[in-house]
């Protein structure tokens, strides 16, 4: 399914970059809607709630929408936007991380379930906005994920409340008159492999017994929502996760313990990545081939300004020329115009060296990609295109001069 841009050919890829300018983002509607019904069959009995940190261009959303699914916003202003594409109050969940005071205000005039970690959260969201409906964002000390940045519950992480803090957060709730709606974890992102599957669904039965032992105490909840993280595959040898046995077992083990579908908290996923990751890459023009000692420096006019995820990381993308050329292949180094020695696209690339002007495709860079991109040495975030039933159009447009610098038009 990342194959997706070798459907586009050479010339088509070559007339959007004359059209649109280079570096641009470009995101296919079939491949998402494809990981939307994937994670639809896997989780038959679940609600889902798009991480929409992963990806929030505007096409992208309203084909989330479409699909019915939810929101996991985590700003006010992610909320905000999702409410102005058309999700419904009730779709869209606030997961707060150290929240100001005006953040939290923000929230309660939205009408949304804040979801928090922090006693003092609690204690000054109770103050705000009495009577809210609140969720409460647990660690089980159980954590995984692809990098250590990604990691977000367990010793080293600085998300969710710890158990042994739970009783006084009940008793906070109970007495700023919130109402408790729902419990949520989320282990980390990227996962991918066997281990990470089994930390996930323990993690996930584990939620399932506080939530129980909650319940006892101030009654039935409305949710509880086990997260997401799912991964894909960025090589060649990776294989994007098969959802279906995660599915399975974590509906059978939800069933089993509520089993009076009366009394049964809704389950909520929140995929992020899974949906986006493969239905986007980033296009991008040779500016400058150099040879140094023993590589190729193959410089374009994206880098980590508009993909920070190698830099940041040290994650693989794969990078393919859009017109094939003859010739040897050679050790290649894909980089940016930055001023910085880490902004590397693509290290140790073995291909045919790019002509200056060629257009080179960025593959499965539809998550964290334009979301995580920035006007760094006051360079432009790119242009996001969107392909859908073999029509383009432009779904968010390349910044302006002014606009990066505030200056004046």
């Not at 979801?115 to 995984?144: F, Q, T």
């Not at 010739?327 to 002509?355: H, K, N, T, Y």
């Not at 859908?388 to 447009?397: H, K, L, N």
């Amino acid at each position: 399914m990342r194959d997706w841009p070798s459907t586009i050919d050479a010339e088509q890829w070559e007339a959007l970059a004359r059209t649109h300018g280079t570096p641009f983002y470009a995101y296919d509607a079939s491949v998402l809607h494809a990981r939307c019904s994937d994670v639809s069959r896997a989780f038959s009995q679940a609600e889902v709630r798009y991480a929409m940190k992963a990806n929030a261009c505007p096409a992208v959303l309203d084909a989330i929408r479409e699909e019915g699914f939810g929101i996991d916003a985590v700003s006010p202003w992610e909320a905000r936007y999702a409410l102005s594409r058309g999700f419904d109050r009730e779709s869209v969940l606030y997961t707060g991380n150290f929240p100001s005071d005006d953040e939290l205000r923000e929230v309660a005039a939205l009408g949304l379930v804040a979801n928090l970690d922090a006693l003092s959260a609690l204690d000054r969201y109770g103050v705000i906005a009495k009577g809210a409906r609140v969720a409460i964002r647990v660690d089980l000390e159980e954590g995984a994920g692809h990098h250590p940045h990604v990691v977000t519950a367990g010793d080293e992480s600085k998300f969710g409340l710890t158990l042994d803090a739970l009783d006084e957060a009940l008793q906070i709730i109970e007495r700023r008159g919130l109402r408790l709606v729902g419990l949520h974890q989320h282990i980390g992102s990227g996962l991918s492999t066997d281990e990470h599957r089994a930390v996930w669904l323990r993690a996930a039965m584990g939620l399932f017994d506080v939530t129980q032992r909650v319940e006892a105490r101030v009654g039935p909840l409305s949710f509880v929502d086990v997260g997401g993280g799912f991964g894909v595959g960025y090589r060649d040898d990776e294989r994007t996760v098969e959802l279906a046995s995660w599915g399975d077992e974590l509906e059978r083990a939800l069933v089993e313990r509520w089993p009076d579908a009366s009394r049964r908290p809704a389950l909520w996923i929140e995929p992020g990545r899974y949906l986006v990751a493969e239905c986007g890459v980033l296009v991008a023009r040779v500016s400058t081939v150099k040879r140094a000692r023993d590589r190729v420096w193959v410089g374009t006019d994206a880098g980590m300004h508009s993909l920070v995820r190698p830099a940041m990381y040290g994650s693989y993308h794969p990078v393919t020329a859009a017109r094939v050329r003859e010739g040897a292949r050679e050790r290649c180094f894909i980089v940016g115009p930055i001023c910085e020695s880490g902004d590397v696209l693509a290290e140790e690339r073995s291909m045919v060296v790019p002509r200056e002007g060629d257009v080179l495709i960025v593959g499965v860079a539809g998550a964290y990609g334009y979301a995580m991109a920035s006007t760094y040495n006051l360079r432009a975030r790119p242009a996001e295109l969107f392909y859908d039933r073999g029509e383009w159009r432009v779904a968010r447009p390349r910044e302006t001069y002014e606009r990066v610098t505030g200056e004046a038009t």
